[in-house]
């Protein structure tokens, strides 16, 4: 019901960096969160950013002072400012929005992910 759309993601030096943005679209009568997670191979999913339809921010303490997540409510629109990366953030980056969509039928939640964009570092 709400598609995502990232994009940013790509081949980084290290010390590097890169700026990730993520568009939801659809019936969309508010979003309340929208993050982003990273996937490694041969690892789980992860949190790497979060920030709220309030302005709360929750981060990796991994990425922290690194990285730096903003939001545009107005465009649904959520990015990640990459910097000072290293070889450990190679990973897909996904896109993730939660909060309510209208329809037919109502008002319903929605949790949705994007397909995911990759970071890569160049060696």
């Known amino acids: 019901q709400v598609q995502l759309v990232e994009s940013g993601g790509g081949l980084v030096q290290a010390g590097g960096s890169l700026r990730l943005s993520c568009a939801a679209s659809?019936?969309?009568?508010?979003?309340?969160?929208m993050g982003w997670y990273r996937q490694a191979p041969g690892k789980q999913r992860e949190l790497v950013a979060l920030?709220?339809?309030?302005?709360?921010?929750n981060y990796a303490d991994s990425v922290k002072g690194r990285f730096t997540i903003s939001r545009d409510n107005a465009k649904n629109t959520v990015y990640l400012q990459m910097n000072s990366l290293k070889p450990e953030d190679t990973a897909v980056y996904y896109c993730n929005a939660q909060g309510v969509v209208v329809t037919d039928r109502g008002l319903v939640d929605f949790d949705s992910w994007g397909q995911g964009t990759q970071v890569t570092f160049s060696s």
């Open positions: 659809g019936s969309i009568r508010n979003i309340n969160a």
């Open positions: 920030i709220t339809s309030g302005g709360s921010i």
